[in-house]
């Protein structure tokens, strides 16, 4: 519960600075929430069946797998993912990596919590590590969004996030001029772990878009060699699969 003079600071920085709907991009004005109540209704959360590696939204139950992960070798155990990639969320994204949106990342790591916090117990969470950016993308940008909506799972969940053990190097061969196999060792030598806790043995993965998988599963490759046991993909937003 926030006191009133925390109320009142944040409703004077709202005056100053107004935060904008994390969906349509306009200004809010309500102290309640931190997306207009109308495009809360539009959004679509990913709901059941789902795939039950990616997390994907599927047609049928009995599919049980997406049709990509029918096709492709997963290293990590499970993906959870909040909400379908459709415009709406496409132009949400888009605002928070390149026009400097950041505070976002507040309103999405509050809705994963409030669909998923029960499974960050359940699967015995000890960490999130947020997918390194590529560095020249980081240059650009100036900040890697993963991180931003890491290190807001971890205000709300009190799970800490570590940047430190996971990289991202930065020169890769272009993925374009390699066959399909060679892609996915390429992908894997562009990420390095550091010396893990000895202690540490079942993580989050965090990203801000679930598509094709291959970026996290290069993750999990690295970091399952360098001894994490159990990884799970948390996402804010993943296609669908019909
Ligand atoms: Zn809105
Ligand atoms: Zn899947």
Redesign the pocket.
């Known amino acids: 519960m926030k006191t009133i003079p925390t109320l009142l600071k944040d409703h004077l920085l709202d005056l100053v600075f107004p935060r904008t709907c994390p969906i349509c991009g306009k200004i809010v004005l309500y102290l309640s929430s931190l997306a207009c109540p109308t495009c809360y209704h539009k959004v679509q959360f990913v709901q059941k069946p789902t ?1 039950v ?4 939204a599927i047609a049928f139950e009995r599919q049980a ?2 049709f ?2 029918q096709k492709q070798q997963h290293y990590y155990e499970k ?1 959870i993912s909040l909400l379908i990639y459709t415009e709406m969320m496409k132009n949400s994204i888009a605002r928070f990596k390149y026009q400097g949106k950041q505070e976002y990342a507040r309103w999405y790591a509050e809705e994963w919590i409030k669909h998923y916090f029960h499974l960050l117990l359940q699967y015995g969470i000890q960490a999130f590590l947020p997918v390194p950016l590529h560095p020249h993308k980081y240059k650009i940008r100036g900040f890697n969004q993963s991180e931003s909506i890491s290190h807001e799972l971890s205000m709300l969940s009190k799970i800490p996030t570590y940047s430190q053990f996971l990289f991202r190097k930065q020169n890769t061969t272009p993925q374009k001029n390699l066959n399909p196999s060679q892609r996915k060792e390429n992908l894997a030598e562009a990420f390095s772990v550091a010396k893990l806790p000895s202690s540490l043995h079942t993580i989050a993965l965090v990203d801000d878009i679930y598509t094709t998988g291959s970026t996290v599963n290069a993750c999990s490759l690295v970091l399952k060699k360098a001894g994490i046991q159990n990884i799970y993909v948390i996402s804010i937003c993943i296609g669908q ?1 019909y």
Request: glycine share 18%.
């Open positions: 795939c590696q990616c997390g994907k797998l997406c990509s992960c993906g699969d």
